[in-house]
């Protein structure tokens, strides 16, 4: 007899792949092992951050001590925005050329992880940085990506995308290739303990959507199940403590391996619907992306439950609301301090023509089982509002 999977859902017997090429070094204390890891690159690195949070806990002088160390000479970028845009990649791959940068260290959240991801290949690629977002596909293969994650959540780290904030678009544009996918994560639960109680929340909501959206992927396999699963039960149950207690290490180290292994999920399997409606509202509304997806997801789950009745189930159950999992999802949602509804942001019904139109071009609908006509995505808003 062949062995089932919990409920019978999560089938073994199944060809699948899996490809990730980010090497990960984790765990407490990992950041002392950069000048290790880098020592034999040896060429000029471009440093790519924010503009203020690395400075507030003397992490960018540990890197930059650490670059030293290896003998490595280092130019700093820090003017990567929350949610960058095309003219910060614009401007950071101009600075990576003048500057003769030969490979890129991002050390940051979800923000600059993807700014750096567009500079290295914009500064190789010298066209239009709208273009290569467009259909034009890149000539020369990018600068290298080391990246040291400050947040638990965007999965960056592991993912061969980077998203750009569009201003003229209103919307967040996907840059995707297999060339993204950073050389080398140095994953050190301590660097997030000092993380703002909004930051840690916000990105642990999107580690959350990123493990859901891999389980109910049609892309999904019984691999990027054991990494999605595994994801989904260590958010659960640390995202509470990591907010209630910043500095609760033990947690700190689960949230960070979950959100990990939540990026490879999605790497795998892709996001979905509730990405894809997440894009708009976070332009217009500046919610952070973790929770505008998280809110949206509560409705799609709804909606794809007569389809995929075990794993919606499956996801219930994890959140403690095998019954409802969508309300029970808005519980958990609530509990971190957030409000569940895209109505308390100060999203309005008329806006949901607008925003259907940017979402149905997004590549996340043809991985996402069901139909998604127009009429389909604008309900899971009005279900969100
Ligand atoms: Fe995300």
């Known amino acids: ?50 503009r203020r949070a690395i400075r507030l806990n003397g992490l960018l002088e540990r890197v930059q001590d650490g670059l030293l160390e290896a003998r ?104 995707s290739s297999p060339l993204l996918f950073p050389r080398l994560a140095i994953l050190d639960p301590a660097v997030t303990a000092t993380l703002p109680e909004a930051v840690t929340v916000s990105s642990g909501l999107d580690a959350l959507c990123h ?23 260590r958010i659960v149950h640390n ?41 708009p509202v976070t332009v217009r509304y500046d919610l952070p992306h973790g929770r505008a997806a998280a809110i949206l997801l509560a409705a799609f789950l709804t909606r794809v439950r007569e389809l995929l009745p075990d ?9 403690g609301g095998e019954q409802d999992p969508s309300a029970a999802l808005r519980t958990f949602i609530e509990s971190l301090g957030v409000a569940p509804r895209l109505g308390a942001y100060g999203m309005h019904e008329k806006e949901i023509p607008l925003f259907v139109e940017r979402a149905r071009t997004k590549p996340m609908l043809e991985p996402t089982p069901g139909e998604w006509g127009p009429e389909a995505l604008a309900d899971i808003y009005r279900l969100s509002l």
């Open 211 to 233: 493990a859901i959206e891999a389980l109910c992927s049609k892309r999904r396999s019984v691999f990027s199940d054991l990494l999605a699963r595994s994801a989904l039960d």
């Open 72 to 175: 490595i000479e280092s130019v700093l970028f820090d003017q990567v925005e929350p949610n960058p845009t095309v003219a910060t990649v614009e401007e950071g791959a101009r600075f990576a050329r003048e500057k003769s940068a030969a490979w890129i260290l991002a050390v940051g959240g979800g923000s600059a992880l993807d700014a750096a991801k567009a500079i290295s290949l914009a500064a190789t690629n010298q066209v239009k940085f709208e273009d290569l977002l467009g259909d034009q596909r890149p000539e020369r293969p990018p600068l290298p990506v080391l990246t040291i994650p400050t947040t638990a959540g965007s999965g960056s780290e592991v993912s061969p995308d980077a998203f750009i904030t569009h201003l003229g678009q209103g919307d967040q544009v996907r840059l």
């Open 311 to 319: 794993r919606v189930a499956f996801v219930g159950r994890v959140l």
């Open 1 to 50: 007899m062949i062995p089932r999977g919990e409920a019978g859902i999560f089938d073994p017997v199944e060809i699948f792949t899996h490809h990730n090429p980010t090497r990960l070094v984790q765990g407490v204390g990992s950041v002392a092992r950069l000048a290790e890891e880098v020592a034999r690159i040896q060429r000029r690195c471009m440093l790519v951050t924010g």
């Open 239 to 279: 995202l509470p403590r990591v907010r209630a207690q910043g500095d609760d290490l033990g947690a700190r180290a689960e949230m960070q391996l979950g959100a990990t292994l939540a990026g490879l999920a999605m790497a795998d399997a892709a996001t979905l619907v509730p990405h894809a409606l997440a894009y």
